[in-house]
C-alpha cells in the first residue's frame, strides 16, 4: 500500500456503511448496510395535522406555564384521585399537571384528567397518599393543542406548530 487506502488489484463489490459489530474470542463479525437505506428516514420530519406538534411550555412552543399556575390549599372530602378545594379560574388545566408542594404528597406531580373551576381537580394516576386538609399544590395549565385554545386561553398563536387551514385526507384528493 503506497499511499493510504489503496491496494492495486483490488474491486469495490459494496459501498456502505459499518452497522453492527460482534465480537467474540473466536471471531469479527460486521454487517454493513447499504446507503438506499437512507431512505428509510421518515419524512417530513413534522407532521402537517391541524393540531399542535409543540410540546405545552416547550422551546418551540415558547409559552412560560408557570406564570399561570395557581397555588391552593386542599379541602375536606379529598381522595388520592380527586382533590377537593381548588379556587374558581377561567384557565384551563385540563391536561395540565398538579404538585404536590406540602404534606405527604410534596414532590409528586400527577396529569389532570378532569378540572372543576371552584370545586375539584381529578388526576390520571392516583397520588400515593391520600391529602390531607390543608396540603398545598400548584396547578400548571394544560393545553389541547387546538388553534383555538392557543389564541383565546394563551394569546400564543404566534407560536402555534400545527396547520389548521389542511383539509382532512378524505377531502384533500
Given amino acids: 500500500m503506497q499511499p493510504y487506502g489503496t491496494v492495486a488489484g483490488t474491486v469495490v463489490l459494496f459501498a456502505g456503511r459499518v452497522s453492527d459489530i460482534h465480537a467474540s474470542r473466536t471471531g469479527l463479525d460486521i454487517k454493513c448496510r447499504s446507503h438506499l437505506e437512507l431512505l428509510n428516514i421518515q419524512m417530513p420530519r413534522r407532521l402537517w395535522q391541524p393540531s399542535c406538534t409543540h410540546v405545552f411550555g416547550d422551546a418551540m412552543c415558547q409559552f412560560d406555564r408557570n406564570n399561570l399556575s395557581l397555588t391552593f390549599l386542599s379541602a375536606a372530602g379529598s381522595t388520592s384521585t380527586v382533590i377537593q378545594g381548588v379556587p374558581p379560574t377561567a384557565t384551563p388545566f385540563l391536561q395540565g399537571s398538579i ?26 394516576l392516583a397520588f400515593l397518599d391520600t391529602p390531607a386538609v390543608g396540603d398545598q399544590f400548584e396547578l400548571l395549565p394544560g393545553c389541547d393543542h387546538s388553534l383555538g385554545t392557543c389564541t383565546n386561553a394563551f394569546g400564543n398563536q404566534i407560536h402555534f406548530g400545527g396547520m389548521p387551514f389542511i383539509p382532512a385526507p378524505e377531502n384533500a384528493v
Avoid: L, P
Fill in 99 to 124: 404538585i404536590g408542594v406540602s404534606g405527604s404528597n410534596a414532590g409528586e406531580t400527577r396529569t389532570i384528567a378532569e378540572f372543576v373551576s371552584g370545586q375539584s381537580v381529578t388526576v390520571k
